[in-house]
């Protein structure tokens, strides 16, 4: 069983920078792929990054692709989400996954486990 609670959401101006963090209990943290997910008032949950388990792999969605940077730290069990030159469409709550037997890491119904997730709000 693994719980994840996220942190550093909050309101910032466009141009912006915010860093999410993502704490996980329970084993084999480095074992798992791990992702970032948004959902915007009104849209689907969507895709914003993952980390592989093995390789050091990144991924990341193309509207984020050059600003955001996706990191973990397996021995403090924790993800990052380093958020930089921030847009107002950026505006979501953002959720932290983690999955052992992730294939697909873009699709959520991969992840086994889920934080409740954290507000971001950039404003104009």
């Known amino acids: 069983q693994v719980q994840l609670v996220e942190s550093g959401g909050g309101l910032v101006q466009a141009g912006g920078s915010l860093r999410l963090s993502c704490a996980a209990t329970?084993?084999?943290?480095?074992?798992?792929?791990m992702g970032w997910f948004r959902q915007a008032p009104g849209k689907e949950r969507e895709f914003v990054a993952a980390?592989?388990?093995?390789?050091?792999?990144?991924y990341y969605a193309d509207s984020v692709k050059g600003r955001f940077t996706i990191s973990r730290d397996n021995a403090k069990k924790s993800l990052y989400l380093q958020m930089n030159m921030l847009k107002p469409e950026d505006t979501a709550v953002y959720y932290c996954a983690a999955g052992l037997r992730v294939i697909a890491l873009t699709q959520e119904n991969q992840y086994d486990y889920w934080g409740q997730g954290t507000q971001v709000t950039v404003s104009s």
């Open positions: 329970g084993r084999l943290f480095s074992s798992y792929a």
């Open positions: 980390s592989t388990s093995m390789y050091d792999g990144t």
